[in-house]
């Protein structure tokens, strides 16, 4: 139970952080 809750967590921050970059270039592709 433990190691799938630690799966999601790391997917999450995964996405997030996936996600935060996506953001930063397409706003660096704007300018």
């Given amino acids: 139970m ?16 996936r996600f935060y970059f996506n953001c930063n270039h397409e706003s660096n592709a704007l300018y």
């Fill in 2 to 17: 433990e190691n799938t809750i630690a799966k999601i967590n790391l997917f999450f921050r995964f996405t997030k952080l």
